[in-house]
């Protein structure tokens, strides 16, 4: 879950990093009185939290309030990566000596939070250790202890600083690898860390992500810093498909449902979940097919939710047709998937062996699925044929 | 021969009272697998398809042998859970809760570290060797788990459970079928990636060629891909990136929890290339898996 840089920086402030004086505008007008208050010049930034490859034109510079506000128009009243701003953060400009990279994060291959660090602050951080390794220093830290300052002091020293500069970047490392564990982020990363000429280090922008597996846990700091339960923080806004998706998971809590996610194709998918639901997603697409949803359904879901399932991707507009997918089951009943699916095509009114192209998952209650499939005339198979093969018959009977 | 576990190895289950781990205790008894204990605080006494309940991993390994865990317990009981197991002595654990933070994970996988413990997931199925032991839940009923899984000549890591017997299934058919299979986990941060596991697969007489499945996010492919440079296995790896839809969607997950794509070496296209380009055989399709199998084993 991503915040915005304006909460970031918030946090950041809490724990006595450095961040620039600066105020969220909602307006362009607060803006400008922002820009006479911080006075000299501005940097404005659109609070997007997926701006895409619109992301360098969310930021821009003003030398008074009134190209404050004219900036300010321009930033409101636009969309980046589809998404509109929620606000504009206004900052005093800062002269920087040098400028530092910092991110904090997990790293999967040693199962350990790390702290990746270059001199060359400014740029991608990957793409640095990809093209100038040399220019890129790591520690790692333990998950179990409390973060040891001597790793950040050892990271420091690495960045080639020495006094109190050296002490200074330690105990700015060292707070961020503590907001790293104790917010359960997934990243905190500065990638403009500036030295200012007095040798003050401040923190010109920040990408935080909180994991939502953590979130629970962290409903004080998010209370703290207004983010709603409700908010979901995804790169698209759920539509009414999808949140109808999410209810139908909530009711039942038999089995999953999830994600449900709408496209703008003509094929209804229900697919198998996890790994299965990839897979299946791919290989419909790979034979030309194009999805109108993103339906995974397993952990054994009771027969109601899978009829209910059914009618949400079938009654969605433009699509005639949809497809059963899934991996080879284990737990999840095939024959309690085969009656929920055919259940809810009788509910719209249609007739299961026309709309259903295919029913693949075989695997667990597979002979009572075939069963039920068979009377009402589904075109069904077995494990002999591949989900390819599958997705490859679905997208023949629908057309591409 | 095979990976991790034998004829002979024994475990327990923590959370055996638990409605899935009814099931899978029933069916890995069917299986075969010895089962020697059960734990859930405060059901003591009891027992699940005759294999006793206890309150605490230390009563069974004062006077069993136990070569395993298999923990099942509500997410924020997960990490103490694998701190008493890894205490008591246990040497292998599989965790198939779903959900724990990576901060979690990363405490269980770094205490498992410094008492040499082998942990496979969190998020995972756990393991089989076909007909001789299943260790977790993966394959469901014992008697599906025949159909799919068959002893055969291929090492499978995967990181969905739900893919590890759809691939299985597919090389028992087509008459390859399995040495021993992995359900590795599809968190961000597992106890054992691909890489670990390889150099056990290598050590096993049984295993001549290795599948991975694998997904979207981390870095575990890439460093198989180094892997697979620096060491000159015997073995060739045939590899099948699912996902690949998601190189379009920047930030979304689907599938599993650590499932995005937020940097490069996240995304299915990065992860194929570096593969390719160390000498690993990536399947187009799902289908194709088996017969790639066989053009690098010669068979």
């Known amino acids: 879950m991503r915040f915005y840089e304006s909460e970031a920086k918030q946090l950041l402030e809490k724990h006595g990093i450095g961040v620039p004086p600066r105020v969220v505008a909602k307006t362009p007008s607060e803006a400008e009185k922002a820009a006479s208050e911080l006075g000299g010049s501005v940097v404005l930034k659109a609070q997007v939290l997926f701006p895409g490859s619109d992301k360098a034109a969310t930021t821009k510079t003003a030398d008074n309030p009134a190209g404050a506000k004219a900036a300010a128009e321009e930033l409101l009243g636009r969309k980046f990566g589809g998404h509109a701003a929620r606000a504009v953060l206004v900052e005093k400009k800062l002269a920087s000596a040098k400028v530092f990279c910092v991110r904090a994060t997990y790293d999967g291959i040693a199962k350990k939070p790390a702290l990746i660090a270059s001199d060359l602050g400014g740029t991608d951080l990957d793409d640095l250790a990809d093209e100038q390794p040399d220019h890129v220093k790591r520690r790692h830290l333990s998950a179990l202890l409390p973060p040891s300052t001597y790793r950040s002091k050892e990271l420091a020293k690495d960045l080639g600083l020495t006094g109190s500069a050296l002490n200074r970047m330690t105990g700015v490392v060292h707070r961020l690898a503590g907001i790293l564990l104790d917010y359960d982020l997934t990243v905190v990363e500065v990638n403009s860390l500036a030295m200012t000429e007095d040798g003050k280090l401040i923190a010109l922008d920040c990408h935080m992500d909180m994991e939502i597996e953590g979130r629970a846990r962290q409903g004080k700091i998010l209370a703290e810093l207004g983010v709603d339960e409700s908010e979901a923080r995804l790169p698209r806004e759920p539509t009414e498909f999808d949140l109808a998706g999410a209810k139908i998971d909530h009711d039942d809590p038999r089995g999953v449902a999830g994600p449900i996610v709408e496209f703008g194709g003509n094929i209804g998918l229900v697919i198998g979940a996890g790994g299965g639901s990839l897979t299946t997603f791919d290989a419909v697409k790979k034979r030309g097919g194009d999805p109108a949803n993103y339906a995974a359904i397993g952990g054994n879901p009771s027969v109601k939710k899978c009829q209910a399932l059914t009618k949400l991707v079938l009654g969605k507009e433009g699509v005639e047709k949809i497809a059963v997918i899934s991996n080879v089951v284990s737990n999840t009943r095939a024959d309690l998937l085969a009656r929920g699916v055919i259940k809810g095509v009788i509910e719209l009114g249609l007739e299961p062996s026309e709309v259903i192209t295919i029913f693949r998952a075989p695997g667990a209650w597979e002979a009572d699925a075939f069963k039920i499939l068979k009377k009402y005339g589904v075109e069904f198979c077995d494990r002999s044929v591949s989900i390819s093969e599958a997705a490859k018959r679905a997208v023949e009977k629908i057309g591409r | ?299």
Not at chain 2, 2 to 18: K, N, R
Not at chain 2, 148 to 166: L, N, Q, Y
Not at chain 2, 173 to 194: N, Q
């Open chain 2, 1 to 299: 021969m095979s990976v991790l576990v034998h004829a002979d190895f024994t475990f327990i289950v923590q959370g055996i009272t638990g409605r899935e781990a009814l099931n899978f205790t029933r069916e890995c008894l069917e299986y075969g697998s010895k089962i020697v204990g059960g734990v859930t605080p405060g059901k003591g006494g009891r027992d699940v398809y005759g294999v006793p309940v206890y309150d605490t991993v230390r009563e069974i390994t004062q006077s069993k042998k136990v070569d395993g865990s298999v923990i099942t317990v509500p997410l924020a009981f997960a990490p103490d859970a694998a701190f008493e197991a890894i205490d008591a002595g246990i040497k292998n654990i599989v965790i198939i809760t779903e959900g724990i933070p990576r901060r979690d994970a990363a405490q269980i996988v770094e205490y498992a570290d410094l008492h040499e413990v082998r942990v496979i997931g969190p998020n995972c199925l756990g393991i089989i060797v076909p007909d001789v032991c299943r260790f977790g839940s993966l394959g469901g009923p014992a008697v599906d788990c025949r159909k799919a899984f068959k002893p055969g000549c291929v090492g499978v890591m995967s990181r969905s459970g739900g893919m590890t017997t759809e691939i299985c299934n597919a090389l028992t058919a087509s008459g390859l079928g399995v040495s021993t299979a992995i359900s590795v986990g599809g968190d961000p941060v597992i106890g054992s990636t691909y890489s670990d596991l390889m150099p056990l697969f290598e050590k096993d007489e049984d295993t001549k060629a290795v599948v991975i499945y694998s997904e979207p996010g981390g870095a575990s492919e890439a460093q198989l891909a180094l892997w697979a440079k620096e060491n000159n296995s015997r073995l060739p790896i045939v590899a099948f990136v699912a996902g690949r839809f998601m190189d379009d969607m920047p930030g979304m997950s689907f599938g599993h929890a650590g499932t995005v794509v937020e940097r490069k070496v996240d995304s299915p296209a990065d992860k194929i290339k570096r593969m390719r380009a160390a000498g690993i055989t990536v399947a187009e399709e799902i289908g194709d898996i088996p017969g790639l199998v066989k053009e690098r084993i010669g068979a």
